[in-house]
């Protein structure tokens, strides 16, 4: 799962991860794996089109998928049949963060976290909460008090 976390939030420069995941690929390649990542996390139908291609790809290079210990493994060597394999397991934990000014694909830890545990995420989830509140409640409120 961190293989797609960290390709999910790679910078334009992908040196950092072609060394430390060992990955044979064109950084043109890896950006645009990272933008399919993220278009999959929009709907679960961009998913399962996005893992379609990953596996077709990895089957016209002649790499195969194993199940070891009764889960879903990929060649290890191959990036598409990867990135297939941890997004149909582990899509339903992996979001983008809300935030609009956040851009952080993480691993939630409850289903229904929404944001980053970036400060800046968290000060403007809790400003969300807040405002929802006031919309809900605050004539109410307002007219309690006096």
Known sequence: MQLV????????????????WLVDATNQTLTQRRAE????????EACAEAISRWWTCS????????FVRGQLAANPGDLESALAVVMATFRDVISLCA????????RRSRSTQRFCDKAACTHYAAREHKRKW???HGKKWRADRR
Do not use: Q
Request: with cysteine; aromatic share 16%; charged share 30%.
């Open 99 to 106: 935030n609009p000014g956040c851009d952080v694909v993480f």
């Open 59 to 66: 089957f016209a290079r002649g790499s195969f998928l194993y």
């Open 134 to 136: 006031w919309k809900k």
């Open 37 to 44: 990542i993220r278009r999959a996390l929009e709907s679960p």
């Open 5 to 20: 976390l960290d390709l999910a939030n790679v910078s334009d420069d992908t040196s950092y991860f072609r060394k430390h």
